[in-house]
Structure formats: C-alpha cells, structure tokens
C-alpha cells in the first residue's frame, strides 16, 4: 500500500539552529502533503499546506518565515524549522494522499527536541 | 467546519467487541465520515470510512447512522495492539477540504 516516509524519527538540536525534517511519498506522486504538529497530551494540529510547484498555504498563527515548506518534487516536501527555540519542541508529522478524496497516509513523525 | 465528539476514552477488554461512538449532528450531506488511530509515538493510520452505508473493512467495521448524525467504529475482537487515539473525522470531497481537521478522538484502552 501507499507509503509515506519521514525522516528522521527523532532530532535534538541546540537553540537558534535550523533542522529539515523530510517527507517522502514512497510509491506514489503527492502534488499536496500536509504538515501537523503534535504538543504532548494534544491533538494534531494543521500547519500548513505544501503545494508542488508552488508556495505553501500556512495555517493561521503559524509564522511561514520560521517553517519553511519546499515540495520541489511530486515525491518529496521538507520542513526547515528556522532558528528554532525550545518551544518549538514538538512532534511533527506529514501526510499526503495518493488522490483527491483519497485516505490519507502519515509518515510516523519526527520528535524535535530543542535544547 | 462540521465538528465531532468523541468519549475521551474507554476501555475494553482483550478479544471482545470494541465500540466507539462518535457523534456529528451537524454533518453536510457531501461529508465522508473517516476514523485514523494513532498509536503512541507514530503518526495517525487510516482504518475506514464510508458516507451512507455501513463499512467494512479488514481492520474494522463502520456503521452509519441513517440520519448520519453519528457513527460507530466496531473493532470486533480488541488486541493489546488496538490500543490507540481514535479520531473521527468530517471530511469533504472536494478542493480545501482535502485534509483532515483533527478532534480529540478517545483514547482506548484494551485490558488483558
């Protein structure tokens, strides 16, 4: 079946550096993914909208010069968290469908740890 | 968006039938009613979905309200691995309502 991958499963990093975090759709072409963050004990909340080709759509309150989303490829969406902070600490997920309509595929997630 | 509630949890013993309510009163008539559990540490997977009938799959078993104000997920013998999030999702057919809104969901419990 649909695949998604995300990579890497778990990074620490010290405040005020820069970490990518990749999604990769495995055996299909994804012209959208969509980015969520994950606080502990919460529920999963949209970022933004990675669009191929083209910019992404954020999400209200989420700052687009701090996550940068490229989808430069049908297969392919990063997320850069830009100068991060511990409060960025989080777990940060991607999905992606393989048609409109279609069930979504998440990749299992990246632990961001800011020291 | 059309909005679900969900138990906050509920627990079930090993091999019985588990089922996990979710109700949407105010669901449109073009909405798909989708479940995705999340186990600890992972991403969401998906497990069913349907629109009018009743569903079913390999995992699970959907059944639709026929006033489709609410719906209830049926796993029909729980596993310790079945313990998980359950999410219950509104979810469009067409163009920014390609990604899914997530609630609360219940948090199950599976008793050995």
């Known amino acids: 079946g649909a695949v998604v991958s995300q990579h890497p499963s778990r990074v620490i990093c010290k405040s005020g550096t820069s970490v990518k975090i990749e999604c990769r759709s495995l055996?299909?072409?994804?012209?959208?993914m969509f980015w969520y963050r994950q606080f502990p004990k919460q529920s999963l909340m949209l970022m933004a909208t990675s669009n191929e080709g083209s910019k992404a759509t954020y999400e209200q309150g989420v700052e687009k010069d701090k996550f940068l989303i490229n989808h430069a490829s049908l297969t392919l969406s990063t997320l850069t968290v830009t100068s991060a902070h511990p409060e960025d600490s989080s777990f940060y997920i991607c999905?992606?469908?393989?048609?409109?309509?279609?069930?979504?595929?998440f990749g299992n997630g990246t632990r961001l740890t800011v020291t | 968006d059309a909005k679900t509630t969900q138990p906050n949890s509920m627990e079930s013993n090993e091999e019985e039938p588990v089922h996990l309510p979710c109700n949407h009163s105010?669901?449109?008539?073009?909405?798909?009613i989708h479940w995705y559990r999340q186990l600890p540490s992972q991403g969401p997977e998906y497990v069913i979905h349907?629109?009018?009938s009743n569903v079913n799959n390999r995992m699970a078993s959907l059944a639709i309200a026929e006033d489709r104000k609410s719906s209830t997920l049926i796993l029909h013998r729980a596993t310790l691995r079945d313990a998980a999030v359950y999410y219950c999702i509104l979810r469009g057919s067409s163009g920014s309502a390609r990604q899914l809104t997530f609630g609360s969901g219940t948090q199950l419990t599976v008793l050995p």
């Open positions: 105010t669901i449109s008539g073009t909405d798909y």
């Open positions: 055996d299909f072409q994804a012209t959208t």
């Open positions: 999905s992606a469908g393989q048609v409109l309509g279609s069930p979504l595929h």
């Open positions: 349907g629109l009018t």
